[in-house]
């Protein structure tokens, strides 16, 4: 491995660029006259925002459950709302058994605590293994296993009701690729987790950046279905470089 | 008549229709006066300089619209019977004289009392009903609009308000109707094979349409449409919106 | 940069009119994009997609006009979250900086997600010369790499290759049993692609958005490539143009309600990855490295010039494309250049030089359904027209591509057009021509009733007529006719 230089100044110096930009702009160096709004909001006012989302969520939890459930079919998941945990992991028993997977990978998220989906599966005889790197589970032993596995399943960081969308944040625990290198890619869906709108999310999301000092997270991620593409003759072919069969299972 | 008799317009006949269609510009006429309008023609009037507008020569355009500007400088309306020259004068003369605060302010002048000709018949006369121009028409039409009347001005109902309320017309729908025929000036000449292809689809519409006359505000667009199906043979007739509303008109 | 061919584009385009299977490919996807494009519209309602456009146009201009505050502001960020922006004036530097990256970290295998800003560096070669495998991994980038062609499309580049052509295109290339089943040939993509993904040492990727608040690169797809090559290889690099900065990530909201339903008719696409620095050390996984190349290569003309800025709000949607009645025709490839369709028309020009692509902005009947689907109200017809005029005026010589001819022309009109008495005379010229023309042997220009001309002799009408009448002089001009019979009645 080598080890990279860190800051190398490749190409054009910074200062030199921005100062070709304002040439071709006609002007000097001078920040917007009217500061962006978007960007001089303090954390407090976020977090006021923040409240009033939580707060219109809970109001509208029924509704925005059942709009959750109505777009993420729409945009190719296959969606189950189970009313117990039961329930839900009976349904993901039989995804696993129509599947005809013998591999099953797994996140290491709290949602499993709740729905424990191991002992069940490993009793229809499957192999399951729970993606979290430690020293026996280096992350290339990790990688061949999501290679082989049949089924992903992950939790949800959180859901979108306006587009259908899963949104997961990868992190230690939740690898970027469970949910996206096996065939059929289950998701678990904690009512807690639903959201109105992209505002919503992109509003969480920039408050959580202030809150941990400027921390984005590396990776954000919508899924919404199944992959696809139509790049032959406009026929859409799902599947082809991600999973072919997508099920949200919505706990409520 | 639903309008006093005080109003008077002056009529920018286009170049085209001066040139090629003189009836176009004797049935606007007409109906403009059975609508009680004082039709005006100041004589020196030739073109509005869109054809040297759209090829880039815009010191040759702005020679032309200044001509316009003069001409039409104590009209209380003009009425053009052509969405694409009615945009020039409208649209384009703005952007033409926007170094030039006072031409700028006299082109606002022109532009702020420049109507289309349905549009004139809508907005200003309001009149909706055909029936007021006194016009029947037996037999079936279809409408195309003019991509710089309903882009450019915005005109999308106006004309066709007019046409499908003419007392014996049957309305034909027209697929595609708002894609362009590809006639676009120059363009027809400089890319034939392009433009030749757009109006083959066009004509292709209209005969599928089953409409006996096609009917628009602009000769320009039923040049290209109506040469192209004549060299088909189709007998499908291509009318300006003001000869179906002319009684006179055949 | 990749051959440039619009000063072809005359004859590519006379060539594409004339080939019957790319008219058929053009209409599957114009229309079938366009369809789709319009019910996702009325879904939202009219109303609401017209404020979104606003939004989306606002937040565009805002930060075109700012541009420098925000890359030094995206600079920042993508600083403090581990990753490195590095800045290039054109496309060899841009090439370099990458090459550069692959050669340092010993870079055998990359695999790239759709960039329509590679492709406009023709970054590959220069990777394959210094002994780099690139894998194009979107399923239609793939069937042109294979085939060695550009796409011809923003959202659909293969879209001109039948079934039939990809699947021979497979047997050669694959030396696979030939199959035409679209599903069989995708999964052989898949296969032949997922063992690329794991072996890639690089992952390069272009970027629908770059967020300068928390230096977050957004691509948007559909195939879950992109995923795969911004998570599988241990360094990941990010192409793309300097205007795709935008200031929030709560501008995203808007983008990604305009973007999918502008390009495909979707509410949303299949993926949205949101990338912020490299991998995290507690991370299961994702590169170690991530790096964002931001290119000018031509950019700052646009910037510089005040009529032609708005095209740096474009979002690469294709919508003005798929409605583009002159696009739809000829194809992508007519184009001669990365960008097609009118957007192409004025960024091609900008990028490459006027006088080298000027046939572009003249191909256009200037009807305006571009600007009419356009997310962020990109007024090209417009710029279209600007560049027409830069064409014929422009103070600066070396974008003066009107021919002389042209020119005389449009000033003889306009001294025609200046004096009534002129014309009027031009007319009766006109006129008796129209009369001797039948005492001419061998010349018969005219049909039989002399109400058209079936073969006009010299341009510009001969080309009118080669497939179109043209109405003779009639008798009296409507000058004439108002003055014998129309203005008596008005007094």
């Known amino acids: 491995m080598t080890t990279p230089e860190t800051n190398e100044t490749l190409g054009v110096p910074k200062a030199e660029f921005l100062q070709s930009v304002r040439q071709a702009l006609g002007r000097e160096d001078v920040p917007p006259a009217e500061p962006y709004p978007r960007l001089t909001e303090t954390q407090a006012e976020l977090e006021d925002q923040a409240a009033q989302i939580r707060r219109r969520l809970e109001e509208n939890l029924p509704a925005l459950l059942d709009k959750l459930a109505e777009m993420a079919a729409l945009g190719g998941w296959k969606v189950h709302r189970a009313s117990g945990v039961e329930e839900a992991i009976g349904y993901i028993e039989s995804v696993a058994r129509e599947s005809g997977a013998t591999n099953i990978v797994r996140s290491a998220q709290d949602v499993f605590d709740q729905v424990p989906v191991d002992a069940a599966l490993t009793n229809l005889g499957l192999k399951v293994t729970t993606v979290l790197r430690d020293e026996a589970n280096t992350r290339e032993a990790l990688r061949e296993e999501i290679r082989q596995a049949g089924i992903g399943i992950t939790g949800a960081d959180y859901a979108l009701a306006e587009t259908g969308s899963l949104i997961i944040l990868p992190r230690r625990g939740l690898s970027r690729l469970v949910s996206l290198v096996p065939p059929v890619h289950i998701a678990l869906v904690r009512p807690e987790e639903v959201l109105e709108s992209l505002d919503d999310l992109f509003l969480l999301r920039r408050l959580e950046y202030h809150q941990r000092g400027g921390e984005m997270g590396s990776y954000l991620n919508f899924i919404t279905g199944p992959s696809r593409t139509a790049d032959i003759e406009m026929t859409i072919v799902e599947g082809v470089h991600g999973p072919k069969e997508v099920h949200m299972v919505i706990l409520g | ?250 | 940069m990749p051959e440039i061919k619009t000063e072809q584009f005359f004859a590519a385009s006379a060539a594409a009119m004339k080939n019957p299977k790319l008219r058929r490919a053009l209409d599957r996807v114009g229309s079938g994009f366009d369809v789709a494009r319009i019910s996702a519209i009325d879904e939202v309602t009219p109303e609401v997609w017209e404020q979104w456009r606003q939004q989306g146009r606002d937040i565009k201009v805002h930060t075109i006009e700012h541009l420098d505050y925000y890359l030094d502001l995206l600079y920042t960020n993508v600083t403090a979250a581990g990753g490195q922006l590095h800045f290039a004036n054109d496309a060899s530097q841009a090439n370099e900086i990458v090459a550069h990256i692959a050669r340092t970290r010993n870079v055998k295998v990359a695999t790239k997600s759709k960039s329509m800003v590679s492709e406009e560096l023709e970054l590959n070669p220069v990777l394959e010369a210094i002994g780099v495998e690139v894998w194009e991994t979107d399923l239609g980038e793939y069937i042109i790499q294979l085939a060695k062609e550009t796409p011809s499309h923003l959202v659909a580049p293969a879209l001109h290759k039948s079934k039939e052509d990809v699947a021979e295109l497979f047997t050669e290339k694959l030396g696979i049993p030939y199959d035409e089943d679209i599903f069989h040939m995708a999964a052989t993509a898949r296969t032949v692609l997922r063992d690329k993904f794991m072996e890639a040492d690089l992952g390069i990727s272009g970027a629908n958005f770059v967020v300068a608040e928390t230096g977050t690169l957004v691509i948007i797809t559909n195939e879950g490539n992109g995923r795969l090559c911004t998570s599988a290889p241990r360094i990941h690099i990010g192409i793309t143009g300097m205007e795709k900065v935008i200031p929030s990530m709560q501008d995203l909201a808007v983008f990604l309600r305009l973007l999918p339903r502008s390009a495909t008719g979707q509410r949303i696409t299949s993926y949205v990855s949101m990338i912020t620095g490299p991998r995290r050390s507690d991370d299961e996984d994702g590169p170690e490295e991530f790096h964002l190349v931001l290119v000018d290569n031509g950019r700052s003309r646009m910037l510089a010039d005040p009529a032609l800025r708005e095209a740096l709000n474009c979002i690469r949607c294709g919508a003005c494309l798929n409605i583009c009645p002159v696009y739809q025709r000829i194809g992508g490839h007519a184009y001669g250049w990365v960008y097609p369709g009118p957007i192409g028309a004025v960024v091609s020009p900008m990028l490459i030089g006027l006088k080298q692509a000027k046939e572009l902005p003249q191909a256009s009947s200037l009807c305006g359904a571009c600007r009419e689907v356009c997310p962020v109200k990109i007024d090209i017809p417009r710029m279209l027209l600007d560049l027409r005029h830069k064409s014929a005026e422009s103070p600066d010589k070396s974008q003066r591509s009107a021919k002389a001819a042209e020119r005389t022309v449009a000033r003889l009109y306009a001294m025609l057009m200046s004096s009534p008495r002129l014309l009027r005379l031009a007319v009766r010229c006109g006129r008796f021509l129209q009369k001797a023309e039948r005492f001419i042997p061998f010349f018969s220009p005219l049909s039989k009733d002399g109400k058209w001309i079936k073969n006009a002799p010299l341009p510009p009408l001969s080309k009118w007529t080669r497939s179109r009448d043209l109405p003779t002089l009639p008798k009296q001009t409507f000058h004439e006719v108002w003055q014998k019979e129309l203005s008596r009645d008005d007094s």
């Open chain 2, 1 to 250: 008549m639903t309008q006093d008799a005080n109003i008077t317009a002056d009529l920018f006949v286009t170049c085209i229709v001066d040139q090629l269609y003189p009836e176009v510009g004797v049935s606007v006429v007409k109906v403009l006066r059975r609508l009680d309008v004082a039709v005006g023609f100041p004589q020196e009037q030739t073109c509005c300089g869109q054809p040297v507008y759209n090829t880039g020569f815009n010191k040759e355009a702005r020679k032309l619209a200044k001509r316009v500007l003069e001409q039409f400088r104590d009209s209380e309306y003009v009425v053009v019977p052509s969405g694409s020259c009615a945009a020039t004068l409208r649209v384009f003369y703005l952007e033409l004289f926007s170094d030039d605060p006072e031409l700028l302010s006299e082109a606002k002048a022109l532009a702020a009392k420049t109507f289309e000709f349905s549009e004139f018949l809508v907005k200003v006369l309001k009149v909706e009903d055909a029936a007021a121009c006194g016009a029947t028409h037996q037999g079936t039409a279809a409408y195309h609009p003019s991509c710089h009347q309903l882009r450019e001005l915005g005109v999308k109902s106006e004309p066709k308000k007019l046409l499908f309320s003419v007392p014996g017309l049957e309305e034909k729908e027209l697929e595609g109707a708002e894609v362009c025929c590809g006639f676009g000036g120059a363009f027809s000449v400089k890319f034939p094979h392009i433009s030749e292809g757009m109006v083959a689809d066009k004509i292709a519409n209209v005969q599928a349409s089953g409409a006996e006359t096609l009917v628009s505000c602009d000769m320009s667009c039923l040049m290209n449409i109506g040469g192209a199906l004549n060299r088909q043979g189709s007998d499908v007739k291509v009318r300006h919106l003001a000869q179906i509303l002319d009684p006179d008109s055949q």
